[in-house]
């Protein structure tokens, strides 16, 4: 499951601000259940993560001077997801521990809606298919004299 949240998180960081105010988000909806259910792992860890995003906000929203990378995404992505599983396994129902990362499910299927709805694969990064080389009888020779007239 953790892999998804890590590729989710990575196909939203390049837009200004995304990552950080959905991690932002998810960590405040994780961290104010902790504190309703009363459960301090889930509180602190969803206060982390929220204390996290905020801190990095200021250097990606507005005019992106910094972003996640796949630090950022190896981090994030799997502590929402841990959040997310550990809610579920404390009795949250889990329309209400997913209800945080439905951001992340809706940002992502938006985006990639286009690639599903034209007639190419969406599971080849171009869609042009696999290159071949040219063979080499159908390749001009370089630099060589001999087939030069």
Do not use: K
Not at 27 to 49: I, K, M, N, S
Not at 125 to 137: A, F, M, N, V, Y
């Amino acid at each position: 499951m953790d892999h998804r949240f890590v590729n989710a998180f990575n196909f939203i960081n390049g837009v200004n601000g995304t990552s950080g105010a959905h991690a932002l988000i998810g960590g405040t909806a994780y961290a104010c259940l902790g504190w309703l259910r009363p459960d301090p792992f889930l509180a602190l860890a969803g206060t982390a993560v929220a204390a996290g995003a905020l801190a990095f906000l200021p250097w990606n929203a507005v005019r992106a001077r910094l972003f996640l990378g796949d630090a950022g995404s190896y981090g994030l992505g799997p502590a929402l997801a841990v959040l997310a599983a550990y809610s579920v396994t404390r009795h949250i129902p889990v329309e209400v521990a997913l209800a945080s990362l439905g951001l992340y499910l809706a940002d992502n299927a938006w985006t990639a809606q286009p690639t599903r709805t034209r007639s190419r694969s969406s599971t080849r990064p171009t869609g042009r298919g696999p290159r071949t080389p040219p063979s080499p009888s159908s390749r001009p020779a370089r630099g060589c004299q001999a087939h030069r007239s």
